[in-house]
């Protein structure tokens, strides 16, 4: 049963703190993407990949966040210092190909910044 | 540009009654839609999808949904509920050839099945 993997399920740093996130996209899916879920401003997109390559991280604070695929098989979302305003739950999603593929969801990763 | 907006944010309903959860569309672009459902602590799980073949979808644990151009809704229903449908609902609108991939999620609808 194939499936998206993130680790940490759940974290907990004090503020200044760096944070990684990892996500193991399902085999052979090439379009990697990152969420991010509050209370107050629900699902975001924060950015996304096909192939590698950010196509799109419009989404992202750039000055304290970072997203790479360093190969085909993970994908990490970086927060360098975190702040408790990026207390949240970080989905990652991916797809098989293009426009039109369905997005295959992780369970998530719970982050706290005290 | 896209939106959603899912006009209940909670609904109550009693096992055995339908439910209805509504959401509508604003796109530029001929909409792809979906219904994600995400149960406590865990992750969004598609439940159906509309992508401009049958206006009428079914979708997994008897969910269905009507996409009605007319009325830029994609309403979810189901005819009768059951308490493991207790969940929260995310309605999800991509936009066509010029959107890419990015989906735009509604605020969500709290589903609430009481006995």
């Known amino acids: 049963d194939a499936r998206v993997t993130q680790t940490p399920r759940h974290k907990v740093t004090e503020m200044g703190q760096e944070v990684t996130m990892r996500c193991q996209p399902i085999?052979?899916?090439?379009?990697v993407f990152w969420y991010r879920q509050t209370m107050m401003q629900g699902l975001e997109l924060l950015a996304y990949?096909?192939?590698?390559?950010?196509?799109?991280d419009s989404g992202m604070p750039k000055d304290r966040f970072s997203a790479e695929m360093p190969d085909a098989t993970l994908a990490t979302l970086k927060i360098q210092p975190s702040e408790p305003r990026d207390s949240a739950v970080y989905f990652c999603?991916?797809?098989?190909?293009?426009?039109?593929?369905?997005?295959?969801f992780g369970p998530g990763t719970r982050l706290t910044v005290l | 540009a896209q939106s959603v907006t899912q006009l209940d944010s909670h609904v109550s309903v009693s096992e055995g009654t339908p439910v209805l959860l509504r959401c509508n569309y604003s796109?530029?672009?001929?909409?792809?839609l979906f219904w994600y459902v995400q149960h406590p602590n865990k992750g969004l799980q598609l439940l159906l999808k509309y992508t401009s073949a049958a206006t009428l979808v079914k979708g997994i644990n008897g969910f269905e949904a009507e996409f009605k151009k007319s009325e830029t809704s994609f309403h979810l229903t189901k005819p009768s509920a059951h308490m493991s449908d207790a969940a929260e609902y995310f309605c999800v609108v991509r936009a066509g050839t010029g959107g890419g991939n990015k989906l735009t999620f509604g605020t969500g609808t709290q589903l609430k099945v009481e006995l």
């Open positions: 085999l052979g899916h090439n379009t």
């Open positions: 999603a991916s797809a098989l190909g293009g426009g039109t593929d369905t997005q295959y």
């Open positions: 796109s530029s672009y001929s909409p792809s």
């Open positions: 990949f096909r192939n590698r390559a950010p196509l799109d």
